[in-house]
């Protein structure tokens, strides 16, 4: 009788591929300082799966709580004894390194929602590794293009001492044009920028590039905006996401970001997102959460026409990217990362909340600089 | 590098070491008197920035916000020290490491579960906003250097309160011999929570001053922490005066190293070499400068006990 059960099960099983369970790992930051922008993550994936209507994928989520470590366990738990198919959700590009290569190798596949490190964009590329939200240098190469735009011909940059923060100086120098005031390395973490303003003040810069993400950015803002130095401020969108431009208050006004989407990016699927993520959260959305809500929308595509029990058919499908993004046209370049537009925005106030109004194009149809190391 | 630029250098690690001070007082106080190591020493001066944005978002008056810091964060102090601390005395550091370790985890989060997890805003008062000049046309931030005399005054009312009044003989006392001055009939258990509120308030006050120029969220405590441990090591554990010398050795230490070792080393190295060997350089400064102390002095500046 137990036999035949079983028998039974199996025929079950594989007589409907198509609408088997898909199991989807989680990982993401929802404790300790960067628990903001796992929040947005998760809120963004799960209300697109909410919105398709679909129970047959299921969703495990667990909090890395930004340490490699924890990742890695979770990663082992929810390939070994969970099983999951695809993964998704690291914020940080350390945590996405210790995971994503040994992940991928056991054939789950990977959808990054936010970290783009290089060295899976062009040597370490994989088949099973999609990008979704953008390369790392991305941002920056566009903060650079603006600001050549803007005619600025002398910038002072300064980033933190550790790997993203270089990429984020080297991205920045590959597409400006001028001169160098000033480069300067702080340290990960740092709060005071006293040191560092006080340099911008004796430089004769005539603009100034930053990358300091979460509560760096606040603290230099704040700071910068006290020290009554009067120039114009470039910097990628980490630094004015929706969930930290209140805490930076009428010090980020003005400060031109560079973003792959903004609240204002006019098209349908967009702005029924918008809408529907401040009735669901009572809060506006940021990128990090226009970025969850892609990934989830990009799995849904796939999903429709194939299973992730065969490999080869859902990563034609995911490579297709056949869905409505919120950043309006979406393409995957040859080594799985956004061939995409990237617009600059401007930091302003809308009644009481700050928000960001998207000035125009600073890179269209913008690749990386990896994409020819990677071989598929 | 321009002499007006050293000296707005200097400011910044002024400030910066006397913000450090009045975490480390608390720090060391505790330590000095109780023999305690509270690890949870930067959640209270998280309590402080978070009461502190609170009020002055409710009220928008950052004297209200100030007081209200040090209310909270003395409260929150006595309040851990009744319930917590109080067993932990003749405990092992180890197990006092552990307990207060926890409260850190229970301290942020429950932080969060209450103020959510995005950052809070608080901003400088509008009378303190932007710069002032001084004397030789150095542009400085008048709010940093209001931080510097608060700190100042606070460091000044200290000493009177520990030299000067009958509170500080028996908190001096207490670090010397502690059942002599229970057999003289002191109130031991008394004298520790009004130190260990003492120490939070503090802390919560750094948190307060601090937070109005850098974001307000949960976790920002343990970076000062690490830092006002620093500088008790160095200054020598439980001592005032070694923590106030202390702290500014480590501001000083930790602003101009960040500006002058990469200027150093493009003496000799290409520019972006120049910058990532001396800032990953200046990072360690401190710790140098405390290994340095240790090797010369191994219980610190002023430590008592060798």
């Known amino acids: 009788m137990k036999r035949l059960l079983i028998a039974a099960a199996v025929v079950a099983m594989s007589t409907t591929p198509a609408f088997a369970q898909v199991k989807v790992g989680m990982i993401t930051t929802l404790s300790g300082g960067g628990a903001g922008l796992g929040l947005d993550v998760r809120d963004g994936f799960m209300l697109a799966i909410a919105q398709s209507g679909r129970d047959d994928i299921e969703v495990v989520i667990e909090d890395d709580q930004r340490k490699p470590d924890i990742a890695v366990q979770l990663s082992d738990k929810m390939i070994q004894s969970e099983r999951v198919d695809v993964m998704t959700g690291i914020i940080w590009s350390n945590l996405a390194m210790a995971v994503v290569p040994a992940a991928v190798r056991q054939n789950v596949f990977y959808l990054s929602p936010n970290a783009g490190p290089s060295a899976l964009a062009g040597k370490g590329c994989h088949a099973n590794y999609f990008n979704v939200a953008w390369q790392n240098d991305n941002l920056h190469e566009a903060a650079g293009a603006y600001a050549n735009s803007a005619g600025h011909k002398n910038s002072f940059i300064l980033a933190p001492n550790y790997p993203a923060g270089i990429d984020a100086l080297t991205g920045y120098k590959r597409f400006f044009e001028g001169d160098l005031a000033g480069e300067v390395f702080t340290k990960l973490g740092q709060t005071d920028y006293a040191a560092e303003i006080a340099q911008i003040r004796a430089s004769d810069a005539d603009s100034v590039f930053f990358f300091l993400p979460g509560g760096m950015g606040i603290s230099f803002l704040k700071q910068f905006a006290d020290s009554g130095i009067d120039l114009p401020v470039v910097g990628p969108a980490f630094s004015f996401d929706q969930g930290i431009l209140q805490a930076v208050g009428s010090a980020a006004l003005g400060v031109v970001n560079t973003s792959q989407w903004n609240k204002d990016i006019d098209n349908p699927t967009n702005a029924a997102f918008v809408e529907s993520f401040e009735a669901e959260y009572g809060r506006l959305p940021s990128l990090y959460a226009s970025q969850g809500f892609d990934t989830a929308n990009l799995l849904i595509s796939a999903l429709d026409t194939a299973s992730p029990s065969d490999a080869d058919a859902f990563r034609e499908a995911l490579r297709a990217a056949n869905f409505d993004s919120t950043r309006g046209d979406f393409a995957f370049g040859p080594n799985h990362h956004p061939v995409q537009n990237i617009y600059a925005r401007e930091v302003i106030q809308e009644g009481d909340v700050f928000t960001n109004k998207t000035l125009g194009l600073a890179l269209e149809n913008h690749s990386d600089a990896y994409a020819a190391d990677c071989m598929m | ?306």
């Open chain 2, 1 to 306: 590098m321009s002499t007006i630029l050293i000296i707005e250098q200097i400011l910044n690690g002024l400030q910066l070491g006397i913000m450090l001070f009045l975490m480390a007082a608390g720090l060391t106080l505790i330590f000095g008197v109780m023999g305690l190591i509270n690890l949870a020493h930067g959640s209270l001066y998280m309590v402080g920035a978070f009461a502190a944005s609170t009020v002055a978002n409710l009220t928008g008056s950052f004297l209200a916000a100030l007081v209200a810091a040090l209310t909270a964060a003395a409260f929150a102090g006595a309040l851990v020290e009744t319930l917590i601390i109080r067993r932990l005395y003749r405990a092992p550091h180890l197990d006092q490491v552990l307990a207060t370790f926890a409260l850190i985890l229970i301290f942020s989060e429950g932080t969060r579960l209450v103020f959510g997890s995005f950052p809070l805003y608080l901003d400088i008062p509008s009378a303190l906003a932007g710069p002032i000049t001084l004397p030789g046309g150095i542009a400085y931030s008048k709010y940093r250097l209001a931080l510097i005399v608060i700190g100042l005054v606070v460091a000044l009312g200290l000493w009177c309160l520990i030299e000067r009044t009958r509170l500080g003989t028996q908190i001096r006392a207490g670090e010397n011999d502690r059942e002599m001055i229970a057999a003289l009939g002191v109130d031991i258990s008394k004298l520790y929570t009004i130190v260990f509120a003492l120490g939070a308030a503090l802390a919560g006050l750094a948190g307060a001053l601090v937070g109005a120029i850098q974001s307000v969220q949960v976790g920002m405590g343990e970076p000062v922490l690490i830092l006002a441990f620093v500088v008790i090591v160095i200054g020598g554990i439980g001592s005032i005066r070694g923590a106030f010398v202390g702290a500014l050795l480590v501001g000083l230490t930790d602003t101009l190293g960040g500006v002058f070792l990469p200027e150093l080393f493009a003496l000799f190295l290409e520019p972006g070499a120049a910058q990532r060997t001396g800032s990953a350089l200046a990072s360690m400064s401190i710790y140098i400068l405390m290994g340095a102390v240790l090797v010369w002095r191994p219980s610190g500046l002023f430590g008592a006990r060798a």
